[in-house]
């Protein structure tokens, strides 16, 4: 029973997030352009921002969309999977690290009514956003040719 209810919360914040979120913000606003493809993020150094992301698509069988990097940039940086507690502690972090919009509250929210049973989890990633340096003005296309871990490391330098 528990492996279903699961498997529903995934689909539905996959539908939410995918289905119609996306195509709502794509409208809204406008998608700042993705020159890379993805072979030109596999020829990339190993251990940069880039060839990270195009293994971790490979890795989880998605598909690269130029409009939705930046997300993608998130879970690597982060270390949250794109499961879908994983989704709602990334967007957790994001609402404690000063991120507030339609998708970071509609996902926090679906995660609180849904997943009980991870509620210290996603207190946790709203903490670590807290303490975090501010991600608010970082440039996410332009990283990708930067040291994945010093960009971790940047992140999760404490707020002085």
């Not at 596999?42 to 490979?58: A, H, I, P, Q």
């Not at 598909?63 to 949250?80: Q, T």
């Not at 989890?121 to 501010?134: C, E, I, T, V």
Request: overall charge positive; some cysteine.
């Amino acid at each position: 029973m528990y492996k279903a209810i699961s498997a529903a919360r995934a689909f539905i914040l996959v539908w939410l997030t995918h289905k119609l979120a996306l195509p709502l913000l794509k409208c809204i606003r406008k998608p700042q352009k993705f020159s890379y493809t993805k072979e030109e993020l596999y020829k990339m150094d190993e251990g940069v921002l880039g060839k990270d992301l195009v293994r971790m698509l490979d890795k989880n069988r998605l598909e690269m969309l130029p409009y939705y990097i930046k997300h993608d940039i998130k879970h690597i940086l982060l270390d949250y999977d794109t499961t879908g507690e994983g989704e709602v502690c990334l967007q957790c972090f994001m609402l404690g690290n000063g991120h507030l919009s339609f998708p970071v509250a509609a996902t926090v929210g679906f995660g609180l009514i849904t997943m009980p049973e991870y509620w210290a989890l996603f207190f946790k990633a709203y903490q670590r956003g807290k303490r975090s340096a501010s991600l608010q003005h970082w440039q996410w296309h332009s990283l990708l040719e930067i040291s994945t871990q010093s960009l971790k490391d940047k992140i999760n330098s404490p707020v002085v």
